[in-house]
């Protein structure tokens, strides 16, 4: 019973991630703003490196929970050098 629970949580898990991620590339794509982008990319992300931690539960593999940590350090550190851009007109002073 436990299994099945598991089995269809994670289901629902990844459609509704999967869903997120969908709304969030197209405010990435039609966002107003460059700031809009910018966080609309975060959530992308943030989502991908969720669902890449749901496959890796899923299939039982350690691999993928590396694949979402390295994701995890190149979005934040992309986030903070495109808002410092947006702040400052460079990155690397």
Request: hydrophobic share 60%; net charge positive.
């Given at each position: ?16 991630l999967g ?36 496959f890796g ?37």
């Amino acid at each position: 019973m436990s299994a099945s629970i598991l089995s269809w949580s994670l289901l629902i898990a990844s459609l509704l991630l999967g869903v997120a991620l969908a709304i969030a590339a197209f405010r990435m794509i039609r966002g107003p703003r460059a700031q809009d982008r910018i966080v609309a990319f975060d959530a992308l992300y943030v989502n991908a490196m969720l669902l890449l931690l749901l496959f890796g539960i899923r299939t039982g593999s350690t691999l993928y929970f590396e694949g979402a940590l390295v994701i995890s350090l190149l979005g934040f550190v992309s986030t903070v050098a495109l808002a410092k851009f947006l702040m400052r007109g460079e990155v690397i002073e």
